[in-house]
């Protein structure tokens, strides 16, 4: 792919493979902790830059936060910290959801897909 000249960009998710579900208590974990937050945000950009990757693809769903504010801040964090290394950011949205700040996070990230 490299060779190719191709983006490369990892999908992050909150899926628990045992339970086959989306879990939006994993996420909860992260937001509401800075410091869970910002290593995540650290471990991400470092991996990227360690491959060689074209940046990250954030798919995360079933969210359980009373607003949408914290996934919004999530996804600003990420696109500061990885566009300082001219990395892509690109998420997954559902359509016609509470759960994301459509707007907004258009302003965070290179590309929004939605499902």
Not at 103 to 106: A, D, K, N, S
């Given at each position: 792919?490299?060779?190719?000249?191709?983006?490369?960009?990892p999908m992050i998710?909150?899926?628990r493979t045992k339970s086959q579900v989306f879990d939006g208590g994993l996420l909860h974990k992260i937001f509401t902790n800075?410091?869970?937050?910002?290593?995540?945000?650290q471990e991400i950009a470092d991996t990227l830059s360690h491959y060689g990757?074209?940046?990250i693809n954030i798919d995360f769903e079933e969210l359980t936060e009373p607003t949408n504010e914290p996934l919004t801040e999530f996804q600003k964090k990420l696109y500061e910290k990885l566009h300082e290394r001219g990395l892509w950011v690109t998420m997954d949205g559902?359509?016609?959801t509470n759960d994301y700040a459509h707007?907004?996070?258009?302003q965070y990230n290179d590309y929004v897909v939605f499902m």
């Open positions: 792919m490299k060779e190719k000249q191709l983006r490369i960009l998710q909150n899926f800075p410091v869970l937050e910002n290593n995540l945000i990757l074209s940046g559902i359509p016609k707007t907004r996070l258009t």
